[in-house]
C-alpha cells in the first residue's frame, strides 16, 4: 500500500490564503455572527484565567485580543479558538510563585508586580521558542505518545485544583503560606471554616447560584458574561452610591455599615494602568530564572499542543478539514512567542469555544479575527466596569466552568478501557493532589511513555504456513507442534534497541526447541523502526543457524529496511540470494520467492546427504575386513 497519498505535515508561513479565495459575504456573515457569540465566553475567562494565574487582567485580555488573533492566521485549523485556559493558568500560577519564593521571597508591592510581569515575559518567550522549534523540526508526531489518559487525568486534576483553589477567594479566606499542596489546602479548609467572611461568601454563593439558575433556563445563554456584568454594575453603583450618599446629610441607608461590611471584600481593583493597546516591550532576560522555568515551559507547551490539538481534531472530524499537526504547534508558538512581547498570557486551544465557533456556522479563520475584535470592543466599552468586580464572583465561575472541562463520558471510557489506561489516569490524578500541576503532568507523560515502550518492545510472532502461491495461512495451535523443515514467522511491531534482544530470544527458542526445523523465513513487511541492534540481532541469529547448518531467508522487505540492512553490512552476510524485496504490484511474490529459495536449499542439502551416504556405503563396501589375511 502507498502513503504518498497522504498530504505532508510541513509548515507554511501563508496557510490562511486558501480561506481567503473564495470568500464570499455570506462567509463574513457567518464568521462575524460567530465570533461575536464567541467573545460572550472569551471575555469572563479571559479576566479569571488572568486573576487565577496572579496576574494583571490585562495579561489575560491581550492574550485573547492580539496573541489569538495572530494565532488565527497561522493554524491549520479554520475553527481553532485560542487563549488562556485553566490548565494553563494553573501552572503559570505555580511556576511565577515558585520562582518569587525562591528569588524574592521579601519582594512586595510594585516591585513584586514588576517582577511578575519580568517573570512572564521570559515564560512566554520559552514557551513560543521551544514550539515554534518543535514545529520546524517536525516533531508533531511525539504528542502521539503522551496517552489520553493523562490528558484526562490532568483536567480531571486540575478541575480539583480550581474548585478546591477558589473556594479561598469564594469564602473570602487567604491561603497560608505554608500550605502547598491540593490536599493540604482541602484539609485546611475543611479544618478553618470558621475563618470565612460571611459578606464575601454571601456575594460568592449568591453569584454561583445566578449562574446555574441562567443556565438552567437557556445553555445557550452566555451565563458568565450576564452574572459579571450585573455583579459589576451594583459594584458600581453601590461604590457610587457610598461614595455620594456617605457624604451627605441625607442618608436613605447605613452607608457606614455597608462600608464596614465591603471592607474586606477583595475587588480586581484598580484597571486604568490598563491601556487598550499593549506597550510593546523585549522580554526580560535572566538565565538563572529561565534555567528554573524551563521545566513548566516544557510543561506549558505541550499541554498547550495537547489541548490545541485536541479541540481542532474534535471539529475536523465533522466538517472533514485536513490538519497538520506542525502547523498547529507553529501557529501557538508564533502566539505566545508575540505574548512575550505585549506582556500577555501564555495561549492554549479551547475545545468548548472551538465547538461552538463551528456550531454557530463558523467558515474560515477570520471568525477567530472577529472574535479578537470583539474582546476588543467589549473591553473597551464597559472596562471601567471591571474594577468593581469582587474577586469572589471570578471564584464562582471558575468553580462551575471546572465542571465543565471534564468529560465524564471519556473519564469513564479511561477507567474501563484498559489496567493501564486506568493505572496513567488514576496516577496522574493522585499526583495533581499530592503534588504540584506540573511534577504530576510529567509523572502522567513518563508513566505513559514508559507503558508505551513497554508495549512497543515485545514484537509480536506470527507463524504461517504458505501455499505455491505465496499466501499465508495461520496455523491453529495443534499445527504449531508439527514438526516443519520450513517455518514461516512473521514479524511485526517494533525491531528497535528496546526490542531486539527479545525479537532474538523469542527465535532462539524455536530454533532450540525445534531441531527439525532447516530455514527459517522472517516477513519483515510490517516490522518497523530497525536499527543498528536489531541488525546485530540478526546477524547472531544467522551465524547461530550456521553454525548448526540450518538458514536464515527474509522477505517482504521494504527499501527503508533494506537500507539499513545494507549499510549495516546485513545483505552480505546473509547473501542478497538469500533476502527478497517487498513489490506492492506483487505483494505475494517476495513470499514465494523465499519458499522457493528454502526449498531449493533444503534439496541441495538432500542431495549433499545423499551422496555423502552414498560415499560411506561404497567405502565401507570396498574396505576389506580387518581379520583378512592374518594368521588364525
Known sequence: MSY???????????????????????????DLLAGLSIAMLSVPQALAYALVAGLPVSAGLYASIFSAAIVSFFVSSRHLIVGPSNAIAILIQGGISGILFTYYRDVTGVEKETLVMQILTQLGLLV???????????????????????IIG?????????????????????????????????????SHFQLMHWPTAVIGVSCFFLMLLFKKMDRKIPAGALMLAIVAILGYFTTFSYHYFSAGDNQFL????IGSLAENIVVVGNTEGTGFIPHWNWPYFDPGIMNNLLPVAFAIALLSVMEATSASKSVAASSGQHLSTNQEIFGLGVGNFFSSFIGGMPISGSPSRTSINFENGAKTRLAGVFHSLFVYSMFFAFGFLIQHIPVTAFAALLIISAGNIVNFKQLFLCIKATRSDAFVLVLTVLACIFFSLDIAFYMGVAMSITLYLKKAAIPQLVEFVVDESGILHSIDHNQQQEPREIRFIKVEGELF????????????????????????????????????????????????????????????????????????????LIGKGNLFIFDERHPHLSTQKAFLRASALLKIDNEKITDISAAKEEVSLTQEPLHEGLPL
Open 4 to 30: 504518498s497519498h497522504i498530504p505532508p505535515d510541513e509548515v507554511s508561513l501563508t496557510c490562511f490564503r486558501r480561506d481567503f479565495e473564495r470568500y464570499s459575504w455570506a462567509a463574513f456573515r457567518a
Open 128 to 150: 513560543g521558542l521551544i514550539q515554534i522549534i518543535a514545529a520546524f523540526l517536525k516533531l508533531g508526531r511525539l504528542t502521539h505518545f503522551v496517552s489520553h489518559s493523562v
Open 154 to 190: 490532568y483536567i480531571t486534576g486540575v478541575a480539583l485544583a480550581l474548585v478546591i483553589n477558589q473556594l479561598f477567594p469564594l469564602l473570602g479566606m487567604e491561603i497560608p503560606l505554608n500550605v502547598s499542596s491540593l490536599y493540604e489546602r482541602g484539609v485546611y479548609i475543611l
Open 254 to 257: 447605613d452607608w457606614a455599615w
Open 497 to 572: 534497541f528496546g526490542a531486539a534482544d527479545l525479537f532474538q530470544s523469542a527465535l532462539k527458542s524455536i530454533t532450540e526447541d525445534d531441531t527439525t526445523t532447516r530455514v527459517i523465513i522472517l516477513q519483515l513487511k510490517n516490522a518497523r523502526d530497525i536499527d543498528a541492534t536489531a541488525c546485530l540481532a540478526l546477524e547472531q541469529l544467522h551465524n547461530y543457524l550456521m553454525s548448526s547448518g540450518r538458514y536464515l531467508l527474509a522477505c517482504g522487505i521494504t527499501p527503508q529496511i533494506w537500507d539499513v540492512l545494507s549499510d549495516s553490512g546485513m545483505v552480505q
